[in-house]
């Protein structure tokens, strides 16, 4: 049952071909008791089917990349347990999270519901980052335990509001401040977001501040984790996640006496000063665009950054993924900050032709400057980001 201390152990240390940490695997086994359970809005029959279409969900041919309207799909008999609206809304979600825009997700939720439709979002983020981490280890995808018995919830939490994406959030998300945009964008279904963030943590920030410029205890620095978070978010075409972290990228290689110039990431500019800086760029290619080929440079990233480090590698690319399919299905949008913080660079690095740029008002002149100021305080003041 949601939140039940009775997890069956699907993954342990002896799982992985390399040492992986006791509380990385303990969220993974969180997460598939989580997806073999009944949810919000799908019961447990229902999820583990829709992992199946997630596993072999596949971008169309460039000549055949039009897909049915979502009047066309809803339209369509079916047999089976999953009609092929909910079929094709989950398959773009996989395959094209960058190309979504708000009227195809209101016509989709206005079909089959802003719940169950938050829902497929969250069963592709919890279950994506996982099966992405294991192929990049050499492994094949880990097996769902048997669906549980009952029914889904059916029901949304009190006090859900507006608060500017195309899921609404819960109140008590939208005051908390320490939260950035897309720690918020699941509040609709409280577990799952929670479960979400705890992945989040597990496998990129490990109980660091997300805007600490420094990050200690981890084998890669902070510039080296957001080179790998920000070129998998451009090569998904995810702007919340490519310009949030392409400042946050400027931000701490400056902070660490290197280059904060990130135009190195979008093929323009000056090459990076940051150590193995290409290195991890064709890492990033690589796992993003040919994940089962990524065995040719194993033994070289593990000589180059150890084991700790390619665990860590593999673990950002693999959860950015799932980040990047929070972000842009959910439609939320970017921080002002970062808006402010970017200002012009946001043309400079082509971000600009990125779809999710349509979702925000970026300040400038003296709104700009008054953004700023007000962060810096904030911060200084421990009032939340």
């Known amino acids: 049952m949601m939140g039940s201390t009775d997890i069956r152990e699907i993954f342990n240390e002896s799982t992985f071909p390399v040492p992986v940490d006791k509380h990385r695997i303990f969220i993974f086994n969180q997460i598939w008791e989580r997806l073999s359970e009944p949810g919000y809005w799908w019961n447990a029959k229902e999820k583990a089917a829709l992992v199946e279409i997630i596993r072999n969900a596949k971008r169309p041919e460039i000549f055949d990349r039009k897909r049915k309207s979502v009047a066309e799909l809803s339209s369509q008999s079916y047999e089976g347990l999953i009609p092929p609206l909910v079929a094709d809304t989950i398959e773009r979600i996989v395959t094209e999270p960058g190309d979504l825009d708000r009227k195809w997700a209101v016509d989709v939720i206005d079909k089959i519901g802003e719940g169950p439709?938050?829902?497929?979002?969250?069963?592709?983020?919890?279950?994506?980052?996982?099966?992405?981490?294991?192929?990049?280890l050499g492994m094949d995808h880990i097996p769902l335990s048997s669906p549980q018995h009952g029914d889904a919830l059916k029901s949304y939490p009190d006090n859900l509001v507006d608060n500017g994406a195309w899921i609404r959030q819960t109140q008590e998300a939208v005051d908390n401040l320490q939260l950035v945009n897309v720690s918020r964008a699941l509040s609709i279904l409280p577990y799952d977001n929670t479960l979400r963030r705890t992945l989040v943590d597990a496998m990129y920030m490990e109980k660091h501040s997300f805007f600490d410029k420094v990050w200690k205890n981890k084998a890669l620095s902070r510039p080296q984790l957001e080179i790998l978070a920000t070129k998998t978010s451009a090569i998904n075409k995810c702007f919340y996640c490519a310009a949030g972290h392409s400042a946050i990228f400027t931000l701490t290689?400056?902070?660490?006496?290197?280059?904060?110039?990130?135009?190195?990431?979008?093929?323009?500019?000056?090459?990076?000063?940051?150590?193995?800086?290409?290195?991890?760029?064709?890492?990033?290619?690589?796992?993003?665009?040919?994940?089962?080929?990524?065995?040719?440079?194993?033994?070289?990233?593990?000589?180059?950054?150890?084991?700790?480090?390619?665990?860590?590698?593999?673990?950002?690319?693999?959860?950015?993924?799932?980040?990047?399919?929070?972000?842009?299905?959910?439609?939320?949008?970017?921080?002002?900050?970062?808006?402010?913080?970017?200002?012009?660079?946001?043309e400079y690095a082509g971000l600009d032709s990125f779809a999710g740029v349509k979702r925000v008002t970026r300040p400038k002149g003296l709104k700009r400057l008054q953004v700023l100021i007000a962060f810096k305080l904030r911060r200084i003041l421990g009032k939340g980001q």
């Open 253 to 346: 290689a400056k902070k660490a006496g290197q280059s904060g110039d990130f135009g190195f990431l979008y093929g323009k500019g000056k090459d990076s000063n940051v150590p193995h800086a290409d290195f991890l760029l064709e890492i990033a290619e690589k796992a993003n665009r040919e994940p089962q080929s990524l065995s040719e440079l194993r033994p070289k990233i593990e000589k180059v950054f150890g084991q700790k480090g390619m665990v860590e590698i593999f673990s950002v690319i693999a959860i950015f993924n799932g980040l990047n399919r929070t972000s842009d299905p959910s439609g939320v949008p970017l921080e002002p900050v970062l808006l402010a913080a970017l200002g012009k660079k946001i």
């Open 117 to 136: 439709y938050a829902e497929l979002i969250a069963i592709v983020i919890l279950l994506m980052p996982i099966d992405l981490f294991t192929t990049y």
